[in-house]
């Protein structure tokens, strides 16, 4: 009887997967940040060229999770991959304040897109570690976070390397599953 009520409850609830695309600008930490999500561990990482693509796991959840490159000369095609997207992940390096206003205008472009019209935005400040990082709230204030009222988001400081605020990252996604 046990057998028969794991397969149901695992039908039930693991049926659906949930479209993530991870964005930002090159060298912010996404594909470190993804392949944490898949080992719990730091992976050494090169370039993203095009993009990876794991599932990930989480509780009865199943997140597919796109890593976009995010070298300039990559980031027009960004919206190809947009259709059915469920969650948008904008990954910054806190450090890197001199491109703060680059990644404010692809955010904006961005959310000015149709087919992300209904996914929900999580922007994970990274490089929290460093000493000359920005915090999370002086972020979202340079971004313009405050004045998104047509969808769901939350700015959440992280370490990739560290794994530091990772796991709310991936609570906050399974809070906000529609």
Not at 5 to 21: D, F, M, N, P, T
Not at 52 to 70: A, C, P, Q, T
Not at 129 to 149: E, F, R, V, W, Y
Not at 154 to 178: F, M, P, R, Y
Request: aromatic share 8%; hydrophobic share 40%.
């Amino acid at each position: 009887m046990g057998l028969i009520l794991a397969k149901y409850w695992r039908l039930l609830w693991s049926g659906k997967e949930h479209k993530v695309i991870l964005v930002g600008l090159d060298n912010a930490g996404k594909t470190t940040i993804l392949y944490h999500f898949v080992t719990k561990d730091v992976v050494d990482t090169k370039p993203t060229i095009g993009s990876n693509v794991e599932e990930i796991s989480y509780g009865n959840l199943r997140f597919v999770m796109w890593d976009i490159g995010g070298q300039e000369s990559l980031r027009n095609s960004w919206s190809s991959y947009y259709n059915h997207t469920e969650f948008v992940i904008i990954v910054i390096d806190s450090a890197d304040i001199a491109r703060l206003p680059i990644v404010r205008d692809q955010l904006q472009s961005m959310l000015e897109h149709e087919d992300l019209a209904k996914a929900s935005l999580l922007v994970l400040a990274n490089k929290q570690d460093l000493p000359t990082a920005l915090p999370a709230s002086t972020i979202s204030n340079q971004l313009g976070l405050i004045g998104i009222k047509n969808r769901k988001w939350q700015i959440q400081g992280c370490s990739a390397i560290k794994g530091e605020g990772l796991d709310e990252a991936l609570q906050w996604l399974s809070n906000n599953v529609s």
